[in-house]
């Protein structure tokens, strides 16, 4: 079996780990983070708290990969330890990955980690991934993502 690809980016957001994971839970708010490359198609329970959907995610090279996403697990912070979200994405042909937001108290805010783990590919988006891929994921589309998250969480807390 083929070792699993990740990606990660990490910053500190300078406000609690309560309202970083009030936004994150709610998945109609991940949209709103790295809105240049990811676009909503469609949003399953567009009630309260949304618990899946599926986007278009726009990478270099006029590649585009549409995926089924959903929310797997969502923990509050509780008792002076960060929460945690979690979630899946899948594309029709069979690529799937895991995706986690880890929250952790920090001297100035909530420290933010946003990983990306490629459990399954199929051939093109390993090539893919492999010549360059996760490389963008990383410095564009999870940064952007993070430094986003920074931006939209600390403007509603005003």
């Known amino acids: 079996m083929p070792r699993q690809l990740r990606a990660s980016a990490r910053a500190v957001v300078a406000t ?8 994150l839970s709610d998945l109609r708010n991940h949209w709103r983070l790295a809105r240049k490359n990811v676009t909503v198609v469609e949003l399953e329970g567009a009630g309260s708290g949304s618990e899946g959907g599926r986007i278009s995610v726009r990478a270099p090279l006029r590649i585009c990969r549409v995926a089924q996403t959903r929310i797997t697990q969502a923990v509050p912070p509780a008792d002076g330890v960060g929460g945690v979200v ?20 920090a001297p100035a805010g909530t420290q933010v980690v946003l990983e990306l783990v490629v459990e399954r590919a199929r ?11 996760r490389r963008w994921l990383e410095q564009h589309l999870l940064r952007r ?7 939209l969480v600390t403007a509603q807390r005003r």
């Open 86 to 105: 979690e979630g899946v994405a899948t594309t029709p042909e069979g690529t799937s990955l895991r995706v986690a937001w880890r929250l952790g108290l």
């Open 123 to 133: 051939p093109l988006d390993r090539l893919l991934l492999l010549a360059g891929g």
């Open 145 to 151: 993502a993070v430094a986003d998250l920074e931006e």
């Open 16 to 23: 609690s780990p309560d309202a970083v994971f009030a936004f």
